[in-house]
C-alpha cells in the first residue's frame, strides 16, 4: 500500500503507514453476523476494548442494516443507537482511536461527526441513497469512504451487469462519485469497491484480484470489507459462523496486493494478517 493521511475533523492529521484493521460494532439487532451485534448497555464498551486490545487500529460503528431483506430503521432510531454505541466506546478506547460512523443517511453522519464524536463517514451506498450526502461531508469535514454499489440492497443483486467488465465498470462508476466529491471540496476519500453490492460470485473474485489496479486507476486508498460475506459462504457452502480461517484468507490476499484498509468482525485474526502481510513484504512489525 501507498501511506497517506486523512484530516479528520477538527484539524487532527491521522497518518497512515501500514496497512489497518477496521473492526465492526453493529449497534442493531440484525445484521448478518450475530457476533457483530451489540444491543445491551455496556456491551458495546466492552467489545471496542476487546477489539482494541486483540489488534484493531480503528473502529466502525453501524446503526442500521443493509443486508438484503433488513427492516430499517428510523432516522431518530438509527442514531440514537449510534450515539449510545458512540458514547461507550469513547469512554472504553478514548479519542485516540479513529472512529467511522457506517450510515448512509446524511442527517446521521451529520450528527455523528458534529455531536457524537465519530471522525469518519462509512457510507456503504456511496452517496445514492441520500443525495446531501457529498455536502455533508463537506459541511463537516469528514474524510468520507466512497462504496461502489447500485439501487437499493433490495435491487443491487438485480444489477450485476458491466458491459466493460467489472473492474472497469467499477472504477467509472467509483471515479464519477470521485469527481462529485471533489466539486464539493470532499478530497480525503478512501474507496471501497463494494464486495457483495450489487456484484455477482465472480465478480467480486475478480475485484479482489485487483486491488492494486484499482488503487492505481483511482489515485486512492482502497478499503476491502469481506469479513464472512457471502462471496465466501455461498462459494464453500458453509455459515457466517464458519467463516473465519476463510476470511484470513482472503484478507491476506488483499493486502499483498495493496489494500490499506481491511474492514473485519474478528481484530486479532485481521491483525495478524497484516502482519503476515508485511513480512511478505520483507517489512517485519514489531511482535
Known amino acids: 500500500m501507498t501511506p497517506f493521511t486523512l484530516t479528520l475533523p477538527g484539524g487532527r492529521l491521522l497518518s497512515v503507514e501500514r496497512?489497518?484493521?477496521?473492526?465492526?460494532?453493529?449497534?442493531?439487532?440484525?445484521?448478518?453476523?450475530?457476533?457483530?451485534?451489540?444491543?445491551?448497555?455496556?456491551?458495546?464498551?466492552?467489545?471496542?476494548?476487546?477489539?482494541?486490545?486483540?489488534?484493531?487500529?480503528?473502529?466502525?460503528i453501524g446503526g442500521c442494516s443493509t443486508r438484503p431483506g433488513a427492516d430499517l430503521p428510523e432516522e431518530a432510531e438509527e442514531i440514537d443507537r449510534i450515539g449510545h454505541a458512540l458514547y461507550e466506546v469513547r469512554k472504553a478506547v478514548g479519542k485516540d482511536v479513529?472512529?467511522?460512523?457506517?450510515?448512509?443517511?446524511?442527517n446521521v453522519a451529520?450528527?455523528?461527526?458534529?455531536?457524537?464524536?465519530?471522525?469518519?463517514i462509512n457510507d456503504i451506498s456511496g452517496g445514492l441513497l441520500d443525495e446531501n450526502m457529498f455536502a455533508t461531508a463537506a459541511a463537516v469535514?469528514?474524510?468520507y469512504i466512497l462504496t461502489h454499489t447500485r439501487g437499493t440492497p433490495a435491487q443491487m443483486q438485480?444489477?450485476?451487469?458491466?458491459?466493460s467488465g467489472v473492474m472497469a465498470g467499477v472504477v467509472a462508476e467509483l471515479q464519477h462519485r470521485l469527481d462529485m466529491l471533489a466539486l464539493e471540496g470532499v478530497n480525503d476519500?478512501?474507496?471501497?469497491?463494494?464486495?457483495?453490492?450489487?456484484?455477482?460470485?465472480?465478480?467480486?473474485?475478480?475485484?479482489?484480484?485487483?486491488?492494486?489496479?484499482?488503487?492505481?486507476?483511482l489515485s486512492r486508498p482502497v478499503l476491502i470489507g469481506l469479513s464472512r460475506k457471502s462471496m465466501?459462504?455461498?462459494?464453500?457452502?458453509?455459515e457466517a459462523d464458519r467463516a473465519l480461517a476463510p476470511t484470513m484468507a482472503l484478507?491476506?490476499?488483499?493486502l499483498t496486493g495493496g489494500a490499506a484498509i481491511i474492514r473485519v468482525h474478528d481484530a486479532r485474526e485481521g491483525s495478524q494478517a497484516v502482519k503476515l502481510a508485511l513480512a511478505l513484504a520483507d517489512k517485519f512489525p514489531q511482535i
Open 189 to 217: 476519500v478512501i474507496v471501497d469497491p463494494g464486495l457483495g453490492f450489487a456484484k455477482t460470485l465472480e465478480q467480486n473474485y475478480r475485484l479482489l484480484t485487483g486491488v492494486d489496479e484499482m488503487r492505481r486507476l
Open 19 to 60: 496497512p489497518v484493521v477496521m473492526a465492526i460494532i453493529n449497534a442493531t439487532p440484525d445484521s448478518f453476523y450475530e457476533g457483530s451485534r451489540c444491543n445491551r448497555v455496556g456491551e458495546a464498551a466492552a467489545v471496542a476494548e476487546r477489539l482494541v486490545s486483540e489488534g484493531a487500529d480503528w473502529l466502525d
Open 232 to 238: 465466501i459462504t455461498r462459494l464453500l457452502k458453509i
Open 110 to 120: 451529520r450528527e455523528a461527526i458534529e455531536n457524537l464524536g465519530a471522525d469518519i
Open 251 to 254: 484478507n491476506l490476499m488483499a
Open 158 to 163: 438485480s444489477l450485476t451487469d458491466y458491459p
Open 141 to 143: 469535514k469528514a474524510p
Open 98 to 106: 479513529p472512529v467511522s460512523v457506517d450510515t448512509f443517511r446524511a
